[in-house]
């Protein structure tokens, strides 16, 4: 029987590069995200490959997201693969001017929102002891760059917790893995500057990673034999060395 993978952050980006991803290997799909009719035009699309149910919830909110998942029908429900894609930075301010509104979404969304998903699937995976959990981090939970600090402090909080979720599924047989990309060109600016010219300028002058650039990685790490984990992938474009090193000399 095909695997099922439920997508957070599905109707954009990186999860919805992985969800066709997924879909071209006949990975059976849930696909979560706030965005209606974009979770129906992809589940159109993606049905001609593979079986799709989608999931209109909001991570923050504890009691949705359980709810959500616990109503998955029953041909949906084992999950084998979940992968906490949902999240966003708010805001690129020093600290002392930072916005409380933008410190919370990045907190609620990217660090409670990942846990309360997993907490609602994990059981499952505990119960069949079998599993593989893909944390999407970042290069900003591996360093903080200027203005970054609360986007940076959650997506360190997503390493530390998947180096956690290691270690106690352990005995489960369950993976865990960490993606962190650096630069990929997907929503994920304009979300950051709530849209503008801003965001439209972070990608000029060099060939960012692309959302499916990032797929193809976590479709790697899904498709290893039982015994290997993939536990932790840092990922730039060639043009970026670090987060604030960026080789911008294209003319575009
Ligand atoms: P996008 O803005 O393109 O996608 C973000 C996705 O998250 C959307 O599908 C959105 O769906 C969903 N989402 C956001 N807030 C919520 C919420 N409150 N509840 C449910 N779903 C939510 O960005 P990316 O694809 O780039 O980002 C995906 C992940 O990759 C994030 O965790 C991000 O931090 C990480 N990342 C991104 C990098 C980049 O440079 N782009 C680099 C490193 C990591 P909807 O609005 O429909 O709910
Ligand atoms: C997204 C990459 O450099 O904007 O996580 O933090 S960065």
């Not at 933008?102 to 907190?107: G, K, L, N």
Request: aromatic share 6%.
């Amino acid at each position: 029987m095909a695997k099922i993978a439920l997508i957070t952050g599905a109707t954009s980006g990186i999860g919805k590069a992985t969800a066709e991803e997924f879909a071209k290997h006949g990975i059976r799909l849930v696909l979560c995200g706030r965005r209606q009719e974009r979770l129906e035009s992809i589940e159109r699309a993606l049905s001609k490959q593979t079986d799709v149910c989608t999931l209109n919830f909001d991570v923050r909110d504890k009691t949705k997201t359980l709810e959500a998942i616990s109503s998955l029908p029953k041909q949906f429900q084992d999950i084998d693969i979940l992968i906490n894609n949902a999240g966003n930075a708010h805001g690129l301010d020093p600290i002392q001017s930072g916005s409380l509104d933008d410190w919370d979404a990045m907190m609620d969304i990217n660090v409670k929102g990942l846990l309360y998903v997993s907490k609602a699937i994990i059981p499952g995976m505990t119960n069949r002891k079998f599993g593989h959990i893909i944390n999407i981090g970042s290069s900003a939970g591996k360093e903080v760059y200027p203005k970054g600090n609360v986007y940076c402090a959650s997506k360190h909080a997503v390493l530390a917790i998947t180096e956690g979720m290691r270690i106690d599924l352990n005995p489960f047989g369950i993976k865990v893995t960490a993606i962190n990309p650096g630069l990929v060109e997907t929503e994920f600016s304009r979300v950051r500057f709530k849209g503008g010219e801003q965001a439209d300028s972070v990608y000029k002058g060099y060939k960012a990673l692309q959302a499916k650039d990032v797929a193809d990685v976590i479709y790697f790490a899904v498709s290893r034999p039982a015994h290997v984990n993939i536990a932790d992938v840092l990922m730039f474009c060639t043009a970026q060395a670090n987060s604030t090193i960026v080789n911008k000399t294209d003319s575009q």
